[in-house]
């Protein structure tokens, strides 16, 4: 957990950053991964997980699998960064890799489970997911004691459920804040619709891991239940707080995981002033070069205060 | 406190991470400005201080100066960069430039403190600053244990002197290491004569904190003491260690504070399998165009493990 006086002056808050760019492979979504392969008997990992990512949750599953020693195989698009690849294949895993224009990643990886007798670890519509993704929060209210706003980047909405329930347990009146980008808002408009909606197209964002069309299965009536609201934010208040984030505590954050910086920053949270708001900063997995480009020519202040 | 799984592994020893990057200020030198700044009486305070610095040094004053509401004059050559005098300003000083090809920085800060009756704050050659600098230590010492071997970059030789009598209080037998730029090595040269020696040129390196041509006069005699020796690192070396904590910490590191990571990651710290080695990150003040243009470049992997 990392504080900023910056921060703190900036909303009148007193904000509690959990950074999750500090986990294991980079991301919370080692922890969904985590805690599913836990759960899974004797005769399931002697046969192996699958699962479909181009991103965080792929290292997640391998790391997981290699630590359960059970085999992973990880379904990917074939233009994936060359690196994502080769970073899941570091953890052990076999990479299938698919043409996503004209083939379906789920489609393929339940055939792969149903071929080989593996079992599907999904990145979020899984109940021991979610429960596993809200331990980033049940840590940050263990450390830190409760808070009386949470907020986290959504995308399926698991990690959101999960951290929503787990900072309620500790104060059953914390308001639950999800932020998506403004071209993603899948979750925001089924809220206000009361109903999952599907977005028409598929979201163009910086925020590789916020891109998702559509609100889980099963994430969408627990976040229904407990989601004050959710705000959008854009890939230049996401870019902003990545550069606050490096100027102010230099730290690097992936686009998604500075969603909950640039929803503060931008001042429309509201209510905050005078209370203790968690952020869950989600991940930092972002290649040197694309970290470059996105905060350069910015001009940094020589220090943190 | 920070540890890397990947660093234990490359190096076979227990490698604890004190973030100074993460200090007020964004290094260690406001341990020592704030250290010095509380000794003085009201009398003093009410007169002011001045030092001289174009670097990490001049924003610690001018911040520990505003926390105890003094004034702060800080002397700097005119063409440093404009967000460093800016940065300074930001925290209250008052900033002098001069012309560092025709005048001399610290016959003009004698020259004011003088005339204005003010303290001056020197960056290492000072008993209480260099005793303040070790607390960096101290705390790392407090909150994890006693370190078998301690890595400090060294410039003037304040946070080595500091540091090491902190972690030796813990543990006598503490192995003390320092890191230089290969070209600016003049307190490996002055150990190895047993005297201060002073390099010909002004070292020419990446890491502009530990530029500096001569070790200290009162921090010599204490490092000599306490020294087991230095390792010079070459600008390639530090900028592989800033990617690597870029990488595998997800954090921002500046040249001069990736000297202790850099020594280790080259392999040139002997006896460091199996011990526990406490590294002093001394600061992450580096603008942000800096940043991207030398970790630039690079394949990132896509996670931490």
Chains 1, 2 share one sequence.
Do not use: W
Request: charged share 25%; net charge negative.
């Amino acid at each position: 957990v990392l504080t900023s006086r910056t921060l703190d002056r900036a909303t009148g808050a007193s904000v509690l950053l959990k950074m999750e760019s500090f986990q294991r492979a980079g991301s919370f979504k080692f922890r969904g991964a985590y805690s599913r392969i836990s759960l899974m008997t004797p005769e399931e990992l002697r046969r192996g997980v699958v699962a479909y990512s181009s991103g965080n949750h792929a290292q997640a599953v391998a790391l997981a699998a290699s630590i359960r020693r059970t085999a992973a195989v990880i379904v990917m698009p074939e233009d994936a960064p060359p690196e994502k690849a080769e970073a899941t294949r570091a953890y052990g895993a076999e990479v299938v890799t698919y043409d996503r224009y004209s083939q379906n990643r789920a489609e393929i990886g339940q055939h792969l489970a149903d071929e080989r007798g593996l079992t599907l670890v999904p990145p979020y519509d899984d109940l021991e997911v979610m429960a596993g993704q809200g331990t980033a929060a049940l840590e940050l209210v263990e450390d830190e004691g409760p808070v009386d706003v949470l907020i986290t980047p959504v995308s399926g909405g698991g990690l959101i459920a999960g951290c929503g329930m787990a900072a309620r347990s500790a104060n059953a009146s914390t308001r639950v804040i999800g932020v998506e980008p403004e071209d993603g808002d899948d979750t925001r408009r089924s809220l206000a619709e009361g109903r999952r909606v599907r977005l028409d197209e598929v979201p163009r964002t910086i925020a590789d891991g916020l891109a998702v069309d559509t609100p889980g299965e099963l994430t969408f009536p627990v976040n229904r239940e407990q989601l004050e609201s959710v705000i959008a934010v854009s890939d230049a208040d996401l870019v902003d707080a990545m550069a606050f984030l490096y100027e102010r505590c230099k730290v690097v954050v992936e686009p998604s995981g500075a969603a909950g910086v640039a929803a503060l920053l931008t001042g429309r949270v509201p209510h905050v002033a005078g209370r203790r708001v968690g952020v869950i900063v989600s991940g930092g997995n972002v290649a040197a070069d694309r970290f470059a480009s996105l905060i350069s020519g910015r001009t940094a202040p020589a220090g943190l205060d």
